[in-house]
């Protein structure tokens, strides 16, 4: 019969000879392979103490934005929730009273605002959904906990730090933020 | 006479047996965490480094954690055997330490001590005996674990140390026709005096290398406790520190096939062969010490390529187990027998047929 492809091999099994049977040289090939392995460079690294650069476009974490002067920017549209193909989003609108234009930059702003994040497959449609620039995907990993309802975001956890009162913690924060606004331009 | 004991001698013989029992221990503790290191390096990882600096409290952890489990014994299992088994692991694999000569004799408080705890004549012999016995620990406690796949692990573990001790007998007998005494420590004297035995033996030492991986229950040959057929094998159903001792008696098993091999082919606290140490003009102490530092070496050495080994050759089909002991190894064993004993025949009769 013809093979369909030339990569068909014919299986040799003819019985082994005396050398084979004693099987000394087989092993002592296979030896030298797993010797010269020990000089070979590792590809791990020591994770906690050592990390690797994200790539610039990864999505971690989400993040809240506030603005320069530290107000928050989400005006609770709920585009994100829509946009969102987990359903993972959910919010609560509040009206902003006078006295509080410190805090929001709309008149309407999130009282609430939670990210389930084990129904979250980081697929950054809520970044690209939110018209304030209020939430983009960070470059750190969701930690690991010991209950679900932990995994649930609460807008605290989410927000940023104050830019003007923390301004170390707001700086990292936002990471290579900056330089990844550039990659997308 | 028989009653005047020599209390001193007693006393410096039981020092000398803690010292090697904790010594042996210490280096099957550090076995484990040399294996796991090995491994790793062989197969581009990293191995255990997070318990104190490079991992070295690797094996602290292993044994904490060991003794924290919760100690199961089987409602069905006959609980005296069942508890039996991996005592008798642990205590034949410690026992054969007992004759091994450790190093020369050294000058201490005003006495010579032998760092050997017992010169007996028949020495090897009891290697042999004692080392059959630890098949019985395995075998013990897989029958008393009232499981099938213990059992049958139990099963192939004793009927591979009878294939393979018959082959390791014979390279023996071999040995003994060359250096024509049982006693370990004659033997070492001998090989200081002349070459090592390996030079002699090339073939004995091949056979009796694989038959030593085999007694130890080492991969290629540890179709005893084969995960992928029998689960754990015979210690299936042992937790705590019970498996703990089957685990640790291999490594301690391992340790000391490695000083046998290195005492009976490799000239044991000689530290180089063909040199005349005693030339070096050293005191007698120091040629100890440098004689038991030059065994250690060598059985690092024998311990390295048993880690090797086993990380690079994948478990032997049992009938493939059966078949290299049977039909490979026992006929070479037989034919190095009749080969030295011919040699040796003609020697003694100066070469004359
Ligand atoms: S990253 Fe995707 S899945 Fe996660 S919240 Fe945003 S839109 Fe939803
Ligand atoms: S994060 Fe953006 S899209 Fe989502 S509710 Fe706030 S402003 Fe709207």
Known sequence: MQALTNRAKLVERKPMNLLERLYLPAVFKGMTITFGHMFKKRPTINYPEKKRPFSPVFRGLHILNRDEEGRENCTACGLCA???PAEAITMEAAERVPGEEQLYHEEKYAAKYEINMLRCIFCGLCEDACPKDAIYLSETFAPADYQRSQFVYKKEELLIPHPIHEPDAYKKALGNRVQRGKVNQ | MLIAIDLAMILVKLVLIVIVVMASLLIAMYATYAERKVAAVLQDRRGPNRAGPFGILQPVADGIKLFFKEEIIPNLS?????????????????????????GDTIHLFGRDISLQIADVNVGILYVFAVVSMGVYGIMIGSWASNNKYSLMGGLRAASQIISYELAMGITIISLLMVTGTLSLKEMVIQQQQGAWNVFYQPLGFLLFLICAFAEC?????????????????????????????????????????????????????????????????????????????????????????????????????????????????????????LVTGLVVLLKMNHWHF
């Open chain 1, 82 to 84: 829509v946009a969102c």
């Open chain 2, 78 to 102: 006959s609980k005296f055997l069942f508890i039996l088994g991996p005592s008798m692991a642990m205590l034949t694999a410690i026992m054969t330490s007992a004759i091994v000569p450790w």
């Open chain 2, 217 to 337: 229950n080492r991969t290629p040959f540890d179709l005893s406790e084969a995960e992928n057929e029998l689960i754990g094998g015979y210690h299936t159903e042992y937790s705590s520190m019970k498996l703990g001792f089957y685990l640790f008696s291999e490594y301690i098993n391992m340790f000391i096939s490695s000083v046998i091999m290195s005492t009976l082919f490799f000239g044991g606290y000689d530290v180089l062969p063909f040199v005349d140490e005693s030339a070096w003009g050293l005191s007698q102490n120091w040629m100890a010490i440098i004689g038991l530092a030059a065994l250690m070496i060598k059985v690092v050495c024998f311990l390295f390529l048993f880690m090797w080994v086993r990380w690079t050759i994948p478990r032997f089909r049992y009938d493939q187990l059966m078949n290299l002991g049977w039909r490979i190894l026992i006929p070479l064993a037989l034919l190095n027998m």
